[in-house]
């Protein structure tokens, strides 16, 4: 007779999610892990595989709720220049007051693996495909709309955005500076000005 499992699965890869997030891949443990969500190695391993398993299904878990909510934002928003400085005022917000630096787990696994892995590059690469996606028809309707300049592509404006976005987070993972923070959002947000 099988033991049934004495633990909620969601719950543990949103534990491990946020542990992976945090330390990174590399520094983070087997047994770091099993005793931080509290479940045996073997259960671990029967529910989600080896070490690397569990890091993609928490990379699906990542992209699948917290980039599907950007997503959402910028394909329902009524105004593409709101929605994209609210989008850099989140970063900022959070790269000063949040309690634990966690930074954007993508940007976080990108630093990390690049295209070593070729599993999680791939996660990766469909994350930013999306995301390119999703921008560019948003930048191509607000241009439409003269919300947006005309000057650049939405495809070049699509990459600015993204590349903006990382370089923010990544500089608000060390300077704590919020003019420093808000400078660098306004100048990008000038570039979209119509």
């Known amino acids: 007779m099988s033991r049934t499992k004495e633990f909620e699965p969601n719950i543990v890869l949103d534990k491990a999610m ?14 770091e892990l099993v005793n931080h969500l509290g479940i045996s190695r073997s259960s671990l391993y029967e529910s989600f595989g080896d070490k690397k398993e569990l890091y993609v299904n928490c990379l699906r878990k990542y ?14 928003t009524e105004s593409l220049p709101l929605t994209l ?12 007051h949040a309690k634990q630096q966690l930074g954007c787990f993508m940007i976080n696994a990108t630093l990390e693996f ?8 791939k996660i990766i690469e469909e ?25 650049y592509s939405a495809e070049a404006l699509s990459h600015f955005f993204m590349n903006a976005i990382s370089g ?15 400078e660098s959002a306004k100048i990008t947000l000038e570039v979209f000005k119509s």
């Open 168 to 182: 923010l987070r990544i500089l608000g993972s060390t300077c704590k500076d919020e003019k420093t923070l808000e």
């Open 85 to 96: 400085e609210k989008i850099l005022k989140y970063i900022i917000e959070d790269s000063l």
């Open 63 to 76: 992209r699948n709720e917290y980039t599907e909510q950007m997503l959402q934002k910028l394909q329902n």
């Open 18 to 31: 946020h542990l992976f997030w945090y330390r990174g891949y590399n520094a983070t443990s087997m047994q």
């Open 127 to 151: 994350n930013n495909n999306s995301m390119l996606s999703t921008l560019i028809t948003s930048i191509q309707n607000a241009q439409l709309k003269k919300q947006i300049n005309t000057r």
């Open 114 to 121: 690049g295209g070593e892995e070729k599993e999680i590059a």
